[in-house]
């Protein structure tokens, strides 16, 4: 990947969204992989060092509350966000209670999103 503001993977059952959502963060200067599954996710992740992971909730082989847990094993610091467009508030605090660092529900605009990763990736510069 070339040089680029932070490497950030993105897991998500579906397609068009892992689509839209790499092409949006890479105009936003990120590097951008995809996964569609907490297997291909976990794969991505033993093979590269990413700053922040964007995970859906519900994915075809697990969720994404399962997916942080891992992901923490591998990469302790790294900041992890969901962006799913399921549950309500308290479906959301669950999740953060047991794994995660912030929640949006979809649909999101991308100024909300790069928000809210520069605002993980500020907290993670400064935990560092």
């Not at 075809?60 to 094993?73: A, N």
């Amino acid at each position: 990947m070339e040089r680029t503001k932070a490497r950030i993977l993105h897991v998500d059952d579906h397609q068009d969204t892992r689509l839209m959502m790499a092409a949006l963060l890479q105009d936003c200067g990120y590097g951008v992989l995809t996964a569609g599954s907490v297997v291909e996710g976990l794969e991505l992740a033993k093979e590269i060092d990413f700053d922040l992971y964007i995970l859906d909730v519900r994915l075809p082989d697990g969720t994404g509350v399962e997916l942080c847990q891992k992901l923490r094993e591998l990469h302790p610091t790294a900041p992890i966000l969901y962006y799913s467009a399921y549950g309500n508030e308290a479906d959301h605090h669950d999740a953060l209670a047991i794994c995660g660092d912030a929640y949006l529900k979809k649909p999101v605009c991308i100024a909300d999103i790069e928000t809210s990763i520069a605002r993980l990736l500020d907290d993670r510069a400064e935990k560092e």
